[in-house]
């Protein structure tokens, strides 16, 4: 018996690209000189933008849009299945799409649950994003909320 623990498959991948592994990433696209760092997992469907930085232990789930030089800390997760019925829904089809904007800087161990984060806004570290952030800013909180515009 074959036992897979990590694995990267099906990735378009532009140039420049570093990937530490372990790290399961599949099914997605990553634009030129991403770096990823160890134990990573990137979901099918994910489009990481040109110069984006997504550090260790990081979980970004299906149907993410990052944009260009974004930078992802440790331990941040992205969740799209909200538990909308009260428990996890199997159907892709119903799970939201997530789109960071460019220059978009995420804290560590924050927790993306929102739609949209603007261009250059930045996540303080632990906060939770249950609503979309449309005016550029630091937000930072459980919910996080909008500290000071930039």
């Known amino acids: 018996m074959k036992k897979i623990?990590?694995?990267?498959?099906?990735?378009?991948?532009?140039?420049?690209?570093?990937?530490i592994e372990p790290a399961n990433i599949y099914e997605c696209m990553l634009g030129d000189n991403v770096f990823i760092g160890p134990f990573t997992e990137?979901?099918?469907?994910?489009?990481?933008?040109?110069?984006?930085?997504?550090?260790?232990?990081?979980?970004?789930?299906?149907?993410?849009?990052m944009g260009k030089r974004c930078f992802i800390a440790h331990s941040v997760t992205f969740a799209n299945d909200l538990f909308k019925s009260g428990e996890p829904?199997?159907?892709p089809e119903s799970w939201m799409e997530i789109i960071l904007g460019d220059d978009v800087t995420i804290g560590s161990g924050a927790i993306i649950l929102a739609?949209?984060?603007?261009?250059?806004?930045?996540?303080?570290?632990g906060s939770v994003v249950t609503k979309s952030i449309h005016k550029k800013g630091v937000y930072a909180g459980n919910p996080a909320k909008l500290l000071r515009e930039l």
């Not at 623990?5 to 990937?19: H, L, T």
């Not at 990137?42 to 849009?65: A, L, M």
């Not at 739609?115 to 570290?125: K, L, P």
């Open 115 to 125: 739609e949209e984060i603007c261009s250059g806004t930045v996540i303080g570290a």
């Open 5 to 19: 623990c990590s694995a990267i498959r099906d990735v378009e991948a532009g140039d420049g690209v570093v990937i």
């Open 89 to 91: 829904n199997p159907d």
């Open 42 to 65: 990137i979901q099918k469907g994910c489009k990481i933008g040109d110069s984006s930085r997504i550090q260790s232990h990081t979980f970004i789930c299906e149907n993410v849009t």
